[in-house]
């Protein structure tokens, strides 16, 4: 009989583990209803388990070596053990030696998550319960493997051995409800039942679903106002922090951290009461608040649960999210609440909310005239295009347009378009603020108008695709504006001259003797994945190019995105400080950039430090050099 | 970033015209016309400021439309026949290029031309009153010459039109044709011409009426007017209002080009060009005042030098397009340097005055600092790289060794730059020392900037010996070491101090001074005018027939008038023949150049000016072991070749500037540029 002990207790586990589900899952039942295809989600799951979320896993192999012993250890041997209660198993001595094998690899794996954590747990790595996890896992590791294998030998199962195996087990078990293991469960359901479907199998799917401005309530208030998924996914987290070793907020000193802020939403489902422990890092130079929760109890605030000016210190960037492994959309969350904010409350920061008045008075972000967006291009007789025209290419300037800084490139630009002969043309003042800082800031209705009249001036119109030179732009015309009606081919400027290049309408010389490296603009590269057009263009110029620590779809951002400088978080240090930081490392004696807001930033940098310029200033000295002109003074002061 | 320079950097629409930002420079005569056409040299010169990133260039200042207002005094450009279209078709598709937009100045100068040349037919005016500029009594206007050069304007604007100019204006400043009918001081009609205002204002409305119809509504057409003309019987501020306010009303200019002040004689002359004596902008407030009564843009020009007084004139709405026409002769690509956030490059203007002097006397106008503005044909503004990396040794930072040094280092070279005083600049840094000449300190600074910036290795306070120099084991020496100041010829020279001495601070002297001057140039001025301010009673002396013979009009006047109100006796017409002591005192013996007659003075000190001879120890010192012996070749020089020498066999020792032989600024500079664009 003492074989059947293991499987029952297999049994109880699980039972322990649905019932704790079962507690969080009417939690989960507190958020607002969404439309969710269980069937084909589920049918999924193993495809994004084993596709998705290793992708992410793997790119610490470590990691993804201690979860595949753990995880396929533990699930392997006790599923199997729990079959012993069906007689001819439970009889089996092979089938014993088989679940001990599977233990014998799950101790391994347990080995491996103690080996993380001790002697000394890494600060990205959450202490408390999650400290206990290895000991657990060791416990209950031990304990099956020795009783599966006394079964196997035909042994009797000691009552010490199954008192700590189902000590141990019991505790894992009860821990998927409240504890390191609930990332299990909540996970697996995530996966299936995920708010983004459409990100996975190698999919994007960036754009922010847009609002009903109907509705009474906009936006997130309380966690009853997130879907029921997103509580979900919150749920998911396994505090690995890997989102807070990616968080430039973070790493700047401002007040957020990614993984605390998940546990804080996490935090606000309880009652009011005595926080749960986190025992992960601090958000950096915390903001005091109350720390209450409750289902329709405000997250924002002072007296509530995360301050405002947590949320006000994201960029938007994605890193956090690029790095989770399980799937968690944070930047979802981060807009959900700062929608209300903004559109209920009119709580924004205040710089922002300059900015916002201007949008909704003048169109554009700053109050400048529309007809001088094209001031730049003075000289250089740039195409309008007037209701009914028609070019092939329609030139998107977006709000750099404005920047004495950044017209040089858009001037470099037009050059260069002028010399591969394309057809383009601009939309003059008919062209209005594309409506991103609104977004990004919670003012999501100033943004839907703007959308919504850009795409009636973009209907009004015939192009073949869009051409920008802001990623910001790039990302709401391509993602962002199909939800209401406009679907375009949308190209940035680096992709659009690597072809030029490549099909060799733009005859480019050599930079040679110059370093560079490349700085990713959070909304081309990770929100976009375009990483390799800007690469393969530098290539071509003849420029040595190094990369930073982190570059392509894992860079670290410049800090100028998702109105981050207007909210203007203080933190220890600035972002772009640390992002030049990383270029400086390098060598290199050209920071090349291919968006107007990394631009500002990053030359607002003081100190030595390389020179910043546009991919398309660099192609156009190339072009120049290619040219016979002589070489340009601005290219010759870098090598002195 | 200069504050305001997104004003700067806005385009101006007139008449469908879009001019891309606000920074023009004005029609002006630099004595480029050939045949009384903008031929290569012309049209290089404007297109460097057009690459430069300037809006709007206007070209051919006093260009005449009628067969009595030559161009040849000026070496102008003659609009009076079709011969000049195909040349205005290239300019205009030149400008054109670089987005850039061109105008041309028309006018008819009236009696402010010379009658004894070119056709020799007598100057015209409203009425025959002579101007002491031009020294001509002109002829009074009958009615059918009237309507004849009301024609020729209209012909005129015609040519522009079909040359593809981007518009013209006409000039009714500087007392020509059209304010001679405007201003009291000059027209004395009793016809519907004079009286008046309205009736003095007739000539120039039917002018610019006659013009609009025949180059059609749609061209654009200006004019260049006074906002005041400062002087008793001329016109006042409020005339000049009210026909700027009346002429922009009727629709007849598309724009008003504002200055100050007329030019009728040498003092107005300098007054209406201000040089370095005068604060920046001085006459910003005329512009503003008419900018307030007419609803077309104004324009300016009179000494903004610098973008951030430009940008304030912009922002602040005084006027619409500033004219920064000398800034350009200085530093034709200012506007690309602010686009590039290259302020800090920006060769400035200092004011001096070179380049306008050079035109009055009839020649071609030169920057004192920029030795390639004018020679764009053969001289670069941007500097190419050399293929070869060379060491270049340069002795003494004057403005020829700096020049030297930011040619080299621009060439990609490597250099060294061995100065013996504690501060770069050379003889310069006497000359800023007098008075008003202060901002000549300009000059050296910025080229000092340049050459740190480059990497230049500076060494000041080490004078260059020659073991120290072949220690760099150089590929080329340039010794620009300047000159020392000469003592003259006259008996008992010795006893006399030089200008230097006073300058320089290495003299403190009072009681009576006689400043003998040989050169006719700054020099004695400015120390005549540095001693009496400190107390000494002066007497300059000068074989010349008249003191700062050799000072240019717009500088001259300053000169006469700082050392007249200062009380400085004027004794042209004398040489020096001796100086000799008499008790602690001395006399200096005189003779008359016309008379011979002599006279002596007894003065406590006598003060010489004979200018300079070079410095050349170091020189001769390397000579013997240089492959060319110091010698620079000069048909390379002018052909603009390298200098035909062999570098493996040794060094290559050159010299520039005073170093040669005593000159000036602008042949220092020239020297080292021409001789550094080849290594």
Redesign the interface.
């Known amino acids: 009989m003492p074989a059947f002990g293991f499987p029952l207790l297999v049994w109880l586990m699980a039972a322990v583990a649905a019932a704790a589900v079962a507690g969080r899952a009417l939690r989960w039942q507190w958020g607002r209803p969404a439309r969710v295809d269980w069937w084909a989600g589920l049918r999924a799951v193993p495809r994004r388990y084993l596709v998705d979320v290793h992708h992410v896993v793997a790119r610490d192999s470590q990691a993804a070596r201690m979860h595949m012993l753990a995880a396929g250890g533990l699930l392997a041997g006790s599923g199997l053990a729990a079959l012993g209660v069906i007689p001819p198993l439970g009889a089996s001595r092979l089938w014993w030696a088989v679940v001990a094998l599977a233990f014998a690899v799950m101790l391994a794996g347990a080995f491996l998550v103690g080996a993380r954590r001790f002697p000394v747990r890494p600060a990205r790595l959450s202490g408390g319960r999650f400290q206990l996890l290895p000991v657990l896992l060791l416990g209950y590791g031990l304990g099956g493997f020795c009783l599966a294998a006394g079964a196997a030998a035909g042994l009797p199962a000691g009552r010490a051995v199954l008192a700590v195996t189902a000590g141990c087990g019991l505790a894992l078990a009860w821990f998927t409800g409240k504890g390191p293991m609930r990332h299990a469960a909540a996970g697996t359901l995530h996966l299936a039942a995920h708010p983004r479907p459409a990100r996975f199998a190698g999919q994007r799917d960036v754009a922010l679903q847009p609002v009903d401005l109907n509705a009474e309530r906009l936006g997130v208030e309380t966690p009853a106002d997130f879907a029921w998924n997103r509580l979900l996914g919150f749920d998911a987290c396994v505090q690995c922090g890997r989102c807070e070793t990616a968080c430039p907020a973070f790493a700047a000193g401002q007040p957020l951290n990614p993984k605390r802020l998940i546990q804080d939403l996490v935090a606000a489902l309880e009652p009011p009461g005595p926080a749960p422990a986190y025992a992960g890092s601090p958000y950096p130079n915390a903001r005091p608040v109350a720390g209450r929760g409750g289902r329709h109890a405000p997250i924002i605030g002072a007296g509530a649960m995360i301050h405002p000016d947590t949320l006000w210190s994201c960029t938007t960037c994605r890193a956090c999210v690029a790095e989770c492994p399980m799937m968690i959309e944070h930047v979802d969350a981060v807009i959900d609440l700062r929608r209300h904010q903004t559109l209920m409350l009119g709580a924004v920061p205040e710089k922002a909310a300059a900015r916002l008045d201007d949008l909704r008075d003048t169109d554009e972000a700053n109050g400048h005239g529309l007809a001088?967006r094209a001031?730049?291009a003075?000289?250089?007789?740039v195409p309008v295009l007037a209701p009914g025209g028609r070019a092939d290419v329609l030139l998107w300037l977006g709000e750099g347009a404005y920047d004495?800084?950044y017209?040089?490139t858009l001037r470099a630009l037009v050059r260069l378009l002028r010399a591969a002969g394309v057809d383009f043309a601009i939309l003059g003042a008919a062209e209005k603020d594309c409506g991103d800082i609104a977004r990004r800031l919670g003012d999501e209705a100033t943004f839907a108008r703007l959308a919504r009249e850009n795409v009636a001036t973009l209907a009004g119109v015939g192009f073949s695709r869009i051409l920008t030179a802001d990623p910001h732009a790039l990302n709401s015309l391509r993602n962002d504006y199909p939800a209401f009606g406009g679907r375009y081919e949308v190209w940035h400027h680096t992709a659009f001259l690597d072809a030029l290049v490549a099909e060799g309408r733009l005859a480019v010389g050599a930079l040679s003797g110059q370093t560079v490296t490349y700085h990713d603009p959070c909304y081309l590269g990770r929100y976009n994945g375009e990483v390799e057009a800007p690469r393969r263009l530098l290539d071509a110029l003849g420029l040595a190019r190094t990369e930073m620590a982190r570059s392509g779809a894992r860079a670290l951002c410049c800090g100028g995105g998702g109105g981050a400088p207007l909210s203007d978080v203080a933190g220890d240090r600035r972002i772009p400080d640390l992002r030049m930081e990383q270029a400086r490392a390098t060598g290199a004696a050209l920071l090349a950039v291919a968006c107007p807001g990394c631009t500002a930033m990053l030359e607002g940098v003081t100190g030595a430090r390389p020179e910043v310029r546009d991919v398309a200033e660099l192609v156009l000295a190339a072009w120049e050099a290619g040219q016979g002109a002589?070489?340009?003074?601005?290219a010759?002061e870098l090598?002195? | 970033m200069i504050a305001n320079a997104d004003a700067l950097l806005k385009p101006l629409t007139l008449k469908g015209l879009t001019i891309r930002n606000r920074v023009m420079s004005t029609s002006h005569a630099p004595g480029y016309g050939k045949e009384g056409k903008p031929q290569e040299r012309y049209q290089l010169y404007h297109e460097e400021k057009a690459k430069g990133g300037i809006g709007l260039t206007m070209f051919g200042g006093s260009s005449s439309v009628a067969l009595d207002s030559p161009a040849a005094p000026w070496n102008q450009v003659s609009v009076a026949d079709d011969s000049v279209i195909p040349f205005f078709q290239a300019f205009s598709d030149r400008i054109h290029r670089h987005g850039a937009k061109l105008m041309i100045q028309l006018t008819h100068m009236g009696r402010r031309t010379k009658w004894d040349t070119e056709n020799w037919f007598p100057t015209v005016s409203s009425s025959p009153r002579r101007e002491p500029a031009s020294r001509t009594i002109p002829k009074e206007l009958e009615p059918e010459e009237i309507a004849r050069i009301i024609a020729d304007f209209a012909a005129a604007a015609r040519r522009c039109r079909e040359g593809g100019l981007d518009g013209c204006e006409v000039s009714a400043a500087h007392g020509h044709l059209i304010d001679q009918f405007w201003s009291p001081s000059v027209n004395q009609r009793t016809d519907g011409y004079g009286g008046s205002l309205a009736n003095r204002m007739r000539f120039g409305r039917e002018v610019l009426e006659a013009m609009r119809r025949a180059a059609g509504d749609d061209y654009v057409i200006g004019i260049r007017m006074s906002g005041d003309e400062m002087i008793a019987d001329g016109l006042s501020h409020e005339d000049c209002v009210e026909i700027a306010a009346t002429y922009a009303r009727d629709g007849l200019v598309d724009f008003v080009n504002v200055l100050g002040g007329q030019a009728r004689d040498d003092m107005a002359h300098a007054i209406s060009l201000p040089n370095m004596s005068f604060p920046v902008a001085p006459f910003l407030h005329l512009p503003s005042a008419i900018k307030r009564e007419v609803d077309v843009p104004v324009f300016h020009a009179q000494r903004v030098t610098d973008l951030a007084t430009a940008a304030r004139a912009v922002a602040d709405g005084h006027v619409d397009m500033v004219a920064m026409t000398r800034a350009h002769i200085a530093d034709p690509h200012l506007v690309q340097k602010l686009i590039e956030g290259r302020d800090d490059d920006i060769r400035q203007c200092v004011g001096a005055g070179y380049c306008i002097d050079r035109i009055y006397v009839g020649g071609d106008a030169l920057c004192i600092q920029n030795a390639a503005t004018g020679r764009e044909a053969t001289m670069p503004h941007v500097i190419p790289k050399a293929d070869v990396r060379r060491r270049v040794v340069i002795v003494g930072a004057g403005p020829g060794g700096l020049e030297a040094a930011r040619v080299c280092a621009e060439r990609g070279h490597s250099v060294v730059l061995f100065e013996k005083n504690a501060a770069a600049g050379g003889q310069i840094n006497l000359a800023a020392k007098a008075g008003w000449r202060e901002a000549l300190s300009g000059i050296p600074r910025w080229l000092a900037g340049q050459v740190t910036r480059l990497g230049v290795d500076l060494r000041l306070g080490v004078e260059a010996s020659e073991a120290a120099i072949l220690a760099e084991q150089p590929d080329v020496v340039i010794i620009a070491t300047g000159g020392k100041p000469s003592h003259g010829h006259a008996k008992g020279a010795e006893r006399a101090l030089t200008t230097a001495d006073v300058l320089s601070g290495a003299v403190e002297l009072s009681g009576t001074v006689l400043l003998f001057d040989e050169m006719g140039q700054h020099n004695a001025a400015s120390t005549a005018e540095q001693l009496a301010r400190r107390g000494c009673l002066v007497e300059f002396v000068t074989a010349d027939r008249y003191v700062a013979q050799e000072v240019g009009t717009t500088n001259q006047p300053i000169h006469y008038r700082e050392l007249y109100k200062l009380g400085v006796v004027f004794s042209p017409n004398l040489d020096l023949i001796e100086i000799y002591p008499e008790g602690n005192r001395l006399v200096a013996a005189l003779r008359n150049t016309f008379t011979d007659a002599e006279e002596e003075r007894l003065v406590d000190h006598v003060v010489v000016e004979y200018g300079t001879l070079p410095v050349d120890g170091v020189y001769h010192a390397l000579k013997a072991g240089s492959v060319n012996a110091g010698q620079i070749d000069l048909g390379a020089i002018v052909r603009g070749e390298p200098q035909p020498y062999d570098l493996s066999q040794g060094f290559a020792l050159y010299r520039v500037g005073d170093a040669l032989a005593g000159r000036n600024i602008h042949a220092a500079i020239y020297d080292a540029l021409r001789l550094c664009k080849d290594l």
């Open positions: 001088a001031d730049f003075a000289g250089l007789d004495l800084r017209g040089r002589p070489a340009k003074r601005a010759l090598q002195a």
